[in-house]
């Protein structure tokens, strides 16, 4: 295995933990099913703040703490202790987006965690984070919980040399491999209208289930495969046929929208490609600008009703933060 980046230290109770989001550029939905992806942390970020308690509550609210399948998994695999503990969270990743605001708060709870109980390595916490996110959601990939573990731009079951580290679940095995940044800037705007990331997941695994399914997937891995290729070589316009190419895939798996679509058109002018990020049905896009139109760009998307940013690589993972934050 490669470098993996640094483990997450032993540290005492009261703690703070924080992961990124993340922005899918090449496979999502395919990568459910073994197809390669491609993924970068973004600089927004969720951070979790944990302490001893009387009662167990998330945000102040014991019966979210109940209620809540993420955090609730995520005590029952990483807090062995089981004494209860209140967790408040602290997010700038809209939620339901598309922009892994789940993967990131099961990551940042789940490195407090592992930090409270003497410290965890990165690729057991992308193990850990993907097994809670997945019983949580019932169906799922690691993508979205390497992503912000890993931090950067990574491959999955795509580019070349040694893996990170794996991930099992049950016959599908996903290798995770570093991708070099190639310093482009992204701009990802979001339709506000929310989704069910299991219902959009399990819809085109119905899809693929069709006589036709495999020509798809194949066809979805041959674009994920020369895509993760393209970015590492940095060629904007192989990426931008590429990314156009998977929105064609994406809508014929019947994920796209029509507000989404709306936006990728707004998105034209300013940009060398756009598509849908994450699992579709609502959600973001994301958009490849011309260089120079960022802020075109982000103008014709907000005009057109979206909620427009531009997003940066976040080259950092999850990790504990140094104050333990508020009570
Ligand atoms: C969701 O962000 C990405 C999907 O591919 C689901 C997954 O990989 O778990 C749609």
Redesign the pocket.
């Known amino acids: 295995m490669s470098d993996p980046g640094p483990p997450i230290p032993a540290a005492s109770l009261p703690l703070a933990a924080r992961a990124p989001g993340k922005c899918?550029v090449f496979g999502?939905?395919a990568?459910?099913h073994g197809a390669p992806?491609l993924v970068f942390a973004i600089d927004l970020e969720t951070q979790v703040f944990v302490r001893p308690a009387e009662t167990a509550s998330l945000n102040h609210d014991p019966a979210a703490a109940a209620s809540n399948p993420y955090f609730a998994r995520a005590l029952a695999s990483a807090w062995a202790d089981g004494s209860p503990l209140a967790v408040q969270t602290v997010s700038r990743i809209p939620r339901a987006a598309?922009l892994?605001s789940s993967a990131a708060f099961v990551a940042a709870l789940t490195a407090a965690l592992g930090a409270a109980t003497g410290g965890i390595d990165r690729p057991t916490l992308a193990r850990r984070s993907f097994e809670i996110e997945r019983g949580a959601q019932g169906?799922?990939?690691p993508?979205?919980t390497t992503a912000v573990v890993g931090g950067g731009y990574l491959a999955i079951n795509g580019g070349d040399g040694v893996p990170l580290w794996t991930v099992e679940d049950g016959p599908r095995r996903w290798e995770v491999r570093r991708v070099e940044d190639p310093g482009w800037i992204w701009v990802v705007a979001h339709s506000g209208i929310p989704r069910s990331?299991a219902d959009?997941?399990r819809a085109v695994g119905t899809r693929l289930a069709r006589p036709d399914g495999p020509r798809l997937l194949e066809e979805f891995r041959r674009v994920a495969e020369a895509g993760v290729r393209a970015v590492a070589r940095e060629d904007r316009a192989d990426t931008a046929s590429l990314l156009a190419r998977n929105q064609e895939l994406l809508r014929e798996v019947g994920v796209s929208h029509p507000r989404l679509e709306e936006l990728i058109r707004a998105a034209a002018p300013a940009a060398e490609a756009a598509k849908l990020t994450?699992?579709g049905a609502g959600g973001s896009i994301v958009a490849l600008p011309v260089p120079g139109q960022e802020t075109d760009l982000v103008r014709r998307l907000a005009r057109a009703g979206g909620l427009a940013f531009v997003v940066r690589p976040a080259p950092e993972g999850a990790g504990l933060l140094a104050a333990p934050g508020p009570r």
Do not use: K, L, M, N
């Open positions: 899918i999502e939905h990568v459910v992806e598309g892994g169906v799922g990939s993508g979205d990331t959009a997941v994450g699992a």
